[in-house]
T-cell receptor, first 112, second 116 residues
């Protein structure tokens, strides 16, 4: 079973601060996705990374895929209250159903 | 972009009744759909993988006779919670993957089930 560990589980910061969320595994993933979920809604895809060492930027969000494709990070610069939500990483393995393995999630609260 | 529609968004039912949740891929064909359950403030737990035209594959600990999955077409999968009990109350989310090995999953907006 491929497992993904996310850290921290909870993060409460002030608006304007920077933060980094980590997603680690002992397994290699063919791709890794980051999702953001708000209460009562389904997760919304933020980014997919597929190449070891890849870095993708989405406005104030920077995503990095580890060289060995076993870990990833999400860095948010100058957090805003609208960034509040549950951030989930999910890894796609080489399995028949193309099933995703989800990390435990990081619950971020950005206070004004 | 790919859209997955889930219905209903909220349902309240009495203990002992059955509830059907629908998951549709609106602009793409999905041979595989996934059903998740999410408890408050927790991540998504995969319940089963729904395969078009064949039986669903259930994760360990998920009762297949309690959570009936039907994937009759390339755009529709249904999850029926049979003889629901209060402990079945949860947020159920479906997802579907587009074509291609590294295609991301697209999620429905979830169904909040409350069993009284």
């Amino acid at each position: 079973t491929q497992l993904l560990e996310q850290s921290p589980q909870f993060l409460s910061i002030q608006e304007g601060e920077n933060l980094t969320v980590y997603c680690n595994s002992s397994s290699v993933f063919s791709s890794l996705q980051w999702y953001r979920q708000e209460p009562g809604e389904g997760p919304v895809l933020l980014v997919t990374v597929v190449t070891g060492g890849e870095v993708k930027k989405l406005k104030r969000l920077t995503f990095q895929f580890g060289d060995a494709r076993k870990d990833s990070s999400l860095h948010i610069t100058a957090a805003q209250t609208g960034d509040t939500g549950l951030y989930l990483c999910a890894g796609g393995g080489n399995n028949a159903g193309n099933m995703l393995t989800f990390g435990g999630g990081t619950r971020l609260m950005v206070k004004p | 972009g790919a859209v997955v529609s889930q219905h209903p968004s909220r349902v309240i039912c009495k203990s002992g009744t059955s509830v059907k949740i629908e998951c549709r891929s609106l602009d793409f064909q999905a041979t595989t759909m996934f059903w998740y359950r999410q408890f408050p403030k927790q991540s998504l737990m995969l319940m089963a993988t729904s395969n078009e035209g064949s039986k669903a594959t259930y994760e360990q600990g998920v009762e297949k006779d309690k959570f009936l999955i039907n994937h009759a077409s390339l755009t529709l999968s249904t999850l029926t919670v049979t003889s629901a009990h209060p402990e079945d109350s949860s947020f159920y989310i479906c997802s579907a993957r587009g074509q291609g090995h590294n295609s991301p999953l697209h999620f429905g907006n979830g169904t909040r089930l409350t069993v009284t």
